[in-house]
């Protein structure tokens, strides 16, 4: 059986809801993937005997808990404290810590609040968690059967101390049988096409697939438990990912980097070396945000109408969305930027349409290159924020799908 | 002292963190308006004896419990058997929801699947929710010290629920005395800066203050119990806002919509009913972005050196940011668009300044009216994609300023 995992989360705002606790949910993905099984998640506000007590709680229950938040200097962070009350333990001034904490005000110019020094009061024999990313140190102790581990709250300071602190830990301390995740990322087709599609391969019982709608891709997840034969393992993910078919813009490995659709297309672009100015109606502006990391993009320019967009490419007449007009606007954008592929993103029907979440539009995708022009259409429904980012996604996965040979 | 209320969330893919927990967060928000003191958020797997422990230890602890997921029709939704298990009650078959269940699947053309008869199996005793935009029905019942209501983990079937089913049961089963929640909205201006401006007033104790840094805005949150006096929380909150300054977009109440940087403009652009044409270079399409709602915005281009946005703007020769560059694009792209307002958006550094997350870059804002030329600047540091929202919240928040007579 595999260690049994808690995460522990603190804080008034999360409780009360003003905060969603996705370090809760992020923690958990890379316990289950280390080869934890996560068994509960509670979040407490800063109130000492809630805190104590639920600490008990998890020392009999667990053999790992994560917990985050309440190692702020204010009155109310009361995690050390709760240590403290739950399992009798003296709290100690760490000079190295109160050090580590003088020396991150003093790289920023200024002298450490005295209000900090509480930061540096560690409970009697943890094992202090150096922060080289904020303020806080974390720690960790073993109380009974469980190891536990602090981390602050913020998101960034957590992740890293969890694995650059917190994972090695872990690793020496348990013994693990990680699970193998395969994620298949796609854009422009949903979860029930895909579950439909997915239905003519067998899945082995031992594996777990999942999914998940995010805003700017659906994810397919297979979990294949650690002794899983590799061999039969890479064999389904090819059949799964086949089957879904070329809406496939990715597959990440647990362990590697995450692939999203820009980064996709990055590798493409880089692989040919070509350049790319882009002109947005629906999308307005969010394909060029996508593509900021990338210099291959060189300039983008959007209009709320086609007929401004004609003005801004000074192409005369705009008699509607036709083939002959979409080729001489995506022609008149590559000229004139000099760019070597020229993607232009419209869309049939009136701004009226666009704000109104019932009706759909029709998007166009337009590309040209040295080889002519290629088109492509989709269709959208929703409020306008969800139209704008499908239009801005679609047209990038067209201009994917041109680069792999598939439009 | 207000009714103690918890939120259990049941579910492997919230345990395993595949999905983020968001039913918690949106259900304390309406708990804690409502006058409900929220103590504790849980989330659980689908394991029969996990799910009734934490049901018995709820029972005695809270005085209200919402409960979400674990009510589909397959073999892991456990809920039903869980209350049964924690409770001793015996299940019953519901004719009524049986036959909203046969209806849901009559009204799409199809014959109720055997499997999802379960749903209609509720613990005896228990109130039925109706579910009128999903299969499986909720219900209510009283354990011990504990009102608990279940309610499916799809979030627009529970919230809809919520609203229309729990919350008028929670309204006549508890006495309530909502709090009053005020949040001013800032950009530019970090919490630490904040917090010390607010040093310069006295704020009752009896009023919570609170703060928030999210992506786009810092919220400062006053929460005033129920019974504070009107007329002290409005001089609280506008001398709040007083002294915070005017990096101060917006002040939003309970129950009131939230508004946005992009919504404050909006308010203010369509007061006096101007045009705007935007250029972007750090911000790479996110002003144009955020701004898609609104038909003022007539065009934007961006380009990623302010050499090529020459090009674009049809400016001759562009050398480096100085006052009299900044000018002459500004009211070219004035010109050129239409536009009654031109906002630039430019950054001094090169392109390896933008993708160091350790170098800062200086942001240039100008921006051309009737009245001539009006410029700021602002610094930012981090990531790319930091950097790129920053470039554009302030370039907006210089906009918005102009158009309140601060800039």
Tied chains: 1, 2.
Excluded at 124 to 145: E, I, K, M, S, V
Excluded at 197 to 205: K, N, S, V, Y
Excluded at 238 to 264: K, M, N
Excluded at 364 to 382: E, I, N, P, R, Y
């Amino acid at each position: 059986m595999p260690p049994k995992a808690e995460i522990f989360s603190q804080g008034e705002e999360i409780v009360t809801g003003q905060t969603i606790d996705d370090n809760a949910a992020w923690l958990s993905q890379r316990l289950v993937e280390m080869g934890f099984q996560v068994i509960r998640h509670t979040a407490v506000g800063d109130n000492l005997s809630d805190l104590a007590g639920l600490l008990q709680e998890i020392a009999v229950r667990a053999d790992c808990c994560i917990c985050t938040g309440g190692l702020g200097p204010t009155l109310d962070d009361l995690t050390a404290e709760a240590v403290v009350k739950a399992f009798r333990l003296p709290l100690q001034f760490d000079v190295e810590a109160c050090r580590q904490i003088e020396g991150y005000f003093a790289a920023r110019g200024r002298i450490m609040p005295e209000v900090n020094r509480k930061q540096a009061l560690l409970p009697q024999g943890a094992l202090r968690l150096d922060n080289d990313w904020g303020t806080a140190p974390g720690f960790a102790l073993q109380a009974q059967r469980c190891w536990f581990a602090f981390a602050p709250g913020v998101p960034y300071e957590m992740r890293q101390m969890f694995e650059e602190k917190i994972r090695p830990q872990l690793e020496q301390r348990f013994v693990l049988q990680p699970c193998l995740l395969a994620t298949i990322k796609t854009v422009g087709i949903g979860e029930s096409d895909i579950q439909q599609r997915l239905g003519q391969i067998t899945i082995p019982a031992a594996v777990r697939l999942g999914f998940r709608a995010r805003r700017d891709e659906v994810q397919t997840k297979l979990l294949f438990p650690h002794d899983f034969p590799t061999e039969e393992r890479l064999d389904l993910v090819a059949a799964a990912a086949e089957h879904i078919g070329d809406a496939v813009f990715a597959v990440d490995y647990s362990g590697s980097d995450s692939v999203d659709l820009a980064a996709a297309v990055d590798a493409l672009m880089s692989a040919t070396g070509q350049s790319l100015a882009v002109a947005e109606t629906a999308s307005q502006g969010l394909i060029a945000a996508k593509c900021a990391n990338y210099d291959w993009l060189l300039e983008s320019r959007c209009a709320n109408t086609a007929q401004r967009l004609c003005r801004l490419l000074g192409v005369d007449d705009f008699s509607g969305i036709e083939t002959e007009t979409e080729s001489s606007l995506a022609n008149a954008l590559r000229a004139g930027s000099g760019a070597d592929l020229a993607l232009l993103q419209l869309y049939a029907g009136d701004r009226g349409a666009l704000h109104d979440k019932d009706k759909s539009i029709i998007l166009h995708h337009v590309l040209a290159h040295d080889g002519g022009v290629s088109t492509g259409t989709a269709s959208t429904v929703g409020p306008l924020a969800r139209k704008q980012n499908q239009a801005a996604l679609l047209a990038l996965d067209f201009l994917r799908r041109y680069l792999q040979g598939l439009a």
